[in-house]
C-alpha cells in the first residue's frame, strides 16, 4: 500500500502564485511516475503535469510556461509550482503514484485551488 498526503492548496487572486506539496509513504517501488492531476466541478480528471523517477517530466498544454513539476526522491516528495494562474486553474488538484511495472496506481485526497480574478 502506498499513501499520499496532498497539501499547499488555497485561494489566491489571478495572476497569484501557489505550491502544492504532495508525500508519499509506505510501500514505495523506486521506479515509478507522480503527477498532479486536476477536477473542475462537472468536469474530468485531467493530467497537469507528471515527473518519473528519474526526472523526465511531461506537461498539459494548459500548465506549460507556468506550472513546474519537481521532486524530492530523498524526501519521497513532489511539488507543483504553480505561478501566473487564472480562474480557469480553479480546481481540485489530485497526487498520483504510478508504478507500472507493478501495475498499481494510487492517489491522494486532493486539495482545493481557487483561483479568483
Known amino acids: 500500500q502506498v499513501q499520499l498526503v496532498e497539501s499547499g492548496g488555497g485561494s489566491v487572486q489571478a495572476g497569484g502564485s501557489l505550491r502544492l506539496s504532495c508525500v508519499v509513504s509506505g510501500s514505495i517501488y523506486k521506479i515509478n511516475r507522480m503527477g498532479w492531476y486536476r477536477q473542475a466541478p462537472g468536469k474530468q480528471r485531467e493530467l497537469v503535469a507528471t515527473?518519473?523517477?528519474?526526472?523526465?517530466?511531461n506537461y498539459a498544454d494548459s500548465a506549460k510556461g507556468r506550472f513546474t513539476i519537481s521532486r524530492d526522491n530523498a524526501k519521497n516528495t513532489v511539488y507543483l509550482q504553480m505561478n501566473s494562474l487564472k480562474p480557469e486553474d480553479t480546481a481540485v488538484y489530485y497526487c498520483?503514484?504510478?508504478?507500472?511495472?507493478?501495475?498499481?496506481?494510487?492517489w491522494g485526497q486532493g486539495t482545493q485551488v481557487t483561483v479568483s480574478s
Open positions: 515527473i518519473t523517477s528519474g526526472g523526465s517530466t
Open positions: 498520483n503514484y504510478n508504478a507500472e511495472i507493478l501495475g498499481v496506481s494510487y
